[in-house]
């Protein structure tokens, strides 16, 4: 008996009671006099099986009774709506969001394991702000893609109520009085048409996201250029607060750049990378993705240039680069394209030594091989660009 006692106050403790329900716009309504009705451990979540204290009202005019489907604690450890499951950002579904930011909550399916899920959950979140983000999505960044596909208005025709089924058979007799839709339904075989909360909510087989997702892989994308010469990145809308400086430290985890150039005139920048590989994945990561001091920066390719440095006549024409600076003459990546200096430039020059930069490192370890980079020296960290003899720079 003592055993029975115990486990049904210990599975006391763990239903939900909350105040106020955690809802979307959408669902919320227009109307800013509503009355919420509210009933203490009225329904079980849909997602963890716990008792919760549910809430029901009616969002506007003609439009249909409404009522939370999940408990807060299994919204807030994704974020979204108690009553569409919806994201509360972006108003997307949890298996778009969860793809476009790669970031993903497993939660354990067995009930043992889920209540002692949801309780440690709930330690957690006790003290934090119930509006913001929990776990990775607090850290995620703003993505432009889900900004693209989110609507900008709330949509309140997801509040209508549902449609008539008498009227489906053609034996309505309310006509207008009827509180339900007199529309004609979806296809049995559409795929929107087959939906449940449990899928919506581990962002698994949802019909309305793999809809989404397929709008998101037909947005458009930046277009490699085919002349592989070209290695430079086109920056727009840099503002007077970007500095060369924020775009050097930001572009050289990609790879080793040749140069930066603000033009401040036309609010944009110009990175060359040495490499076309360092300029592919530059593109690639950067790409509506870049906010550099709050300002969100435009990643283009930048346009070929080789008529004004070709050499040579006919189909003998080769592209002249300008070297890298800091790296010995006669070097594979003199020029950026891994050609050797006979193709252009100076071919029998003597490769000079490049100064000391920085006192040594007491314990730090010999460097045997000359010195080609910045990143190679282990005296020097981070990007700061190299100075090189006054009759040698460009």
């Known amino acids: 008996m003592s055993m029975s006692l115990g486990t049904g ?16 716009q959408t669902c919320l309504g227009d109307n800013p006099y509503m009355r919420i009705m509210t009933e203490k451990f009225g329904a079980q979540c849909k997602v963890c099986n716990r008792p919760f204290t549910t809430f029901r009202w009616c969002p506007g005019l003609k439009m249909r009774y409404k009522k939370t489907e999940i408990c807060q604690t299994c919204a807030r450890a994704k974020n979204i709506c108690q009553t569409c499951l919806l994201d509360l950002q972006y108003g997307l579904p949890v298996q778009v969001r969860d793809q476009i930011l790669q970031t993903k909550l497993e939660l354990p399916q067995s009930d043992i394991n889920r209540e002692y899920f949801s309780q440690n959950l709930d330690n957690a979140v006790a003290n934090s702000d119930p509006t913001q983000p929990y776990g990775a999505l607090k850290s995620a960044p703003p993505s432009d893609v889900l900004a693209k596909l989110a609507r900008n208005s709330p949509y309140y025709k997801r509040n209508r109520p549902h449609i008539c089924s008498f009227w489906v058979k053609g034996e309505c007799k309310r006509g207008e009085e ?70 050097r430290d930001y572009f050289y985890q990609f790879g ?24 592919d994945m530059a593109v690639d990561k950067s790409y ?8 969100k920066l435009t990643i283009r390719w ?35 394209l891994g ?36 990143s190679q020296d282990p005296n020097r960290m981070g990007s700061v660009g190299i100075k090189l003899p006054a009759y040698n720079r460009e």
């Open 178 to 247: 009827c509180p339900y839709r007199h529309e004609k339904p979806n296809d049995p075989e559409d795929p929107l048409s087959d939906q449940n909360i449990k899928d919506r909510y581990f962002g698994v087989n949802d019909p309305v996201a793999e809809k989404l997702l397929k709008r998101a892989s037909e947005l458009p994308r930046p277009i490699p250029p085919e002349d592989k010469t070209i290695t430079t990145i086109y920056v727009g809308n840099v503002g007077p607060l970007i500095e060369e400086k924020d775009l």
């Open 288 to 295: 509506q993705k870049l906010v550099i001091h709050g300002q």
């Open 339 to 374: 050609q050797s200096s006979s193709s252009a430039g100076p071919s029998r020059a003597q490769p000079f030594a490049i100064p000391q930069l920085a006192p040594p490192i007491i314990g730090a370890p010999v460097l045997n091989q000359q010195i080609h980079y910045p």
């Open 9 to 24: 106050h210990y599975n006391r403790q763990v239903w939900e009671d909350g105040k106020f329900p955690i809802l979307c």
């Open 256 to 279: 080793e750049i040749r140069s930066v150039t603000v033009v401040q005139k036309n609010n944009c920048a110009f990175v060359q990378y040495t490499t076309r590989q360092a300029a």
């Open 302 to 336: 930048g346009k070929s240039h080789a008529k004004k440095g070709t050499t040579g006549d006919g189909d003998e024409k080769k592209v002249q680069l300008t070297p890298v600076p800091g790296l010995p003459i006669g070097a594979p990546d003199y020029f950026g």
